[in-house]
Nanobody, 129 residues
Framework: QVQLVESGGGLVQPGGSLRLSCAASGFTFEHYTIGWFRQAPGKEREGVSC????????WYADSVKGRFTISRDNAKNTVYLQMSVLKPEDTAVYYC??????????????????????WGRGTQVTVSS
């Protein structure tokens, strides 16, 4: 059974940190680019970060650059998103998705939802005092 399962969300104070995990099963994880997206209430889905399978290249949205770090452990079929210096505007449901590699990662995150091969169900991140 193909699955992407996010975990690690929760409630954190501004300035705090969280590490999200995206665990994959049922497909050849190491062949896919994995990305993190988020959606806040009333807002459109936003690409946060992604990591390419072929060379480990990464991309970050300007809003999280310098605060978030994406990494992958192919032996564990897991991608991580280390989030630091969290802000209230980071509050959202965070999703991970798997898709084919693309040369331009900035375009990878802009594909329509149906383009990606697999999606997780999301994990809630709330940044509030």
């Amino acid at each position: 059974q193909v699955q992407l399962v996010e975990s690690g969300g929760g409630l954190v104070q501004p300035g705090g940190s969280l590490r999200l995990s995206c665990a994959a099963s049922g497909f050849t994880f190491e062949h896919y680019t994995i990305g993190w997206f988020r959606q806040a209430p009333g807002k459109e889905r936003e690409g946060v970060s992604c990591i390419r399978s072929s060379d480990g290249s990464t991309w970050y949205a300007d809003s999280v650059k310098g605060r978030f770090t994406i990494s992958r452990d192919n032996a564990k079929n897991t991608v991580y998103l280390q989030m630091s210096v969290l802000k209230p505007e980071d509050t959202a449901v965070y999703y991970c998705a798997a898709g084919s590699d693309m040369t331009l990662l900035s375009l990878w995150v802009l594909r329509p939802p149906s383009w990606y091969d697999y999606w997780g169900r999301g994990t809630q991140v709330t940044v509030s005092s």
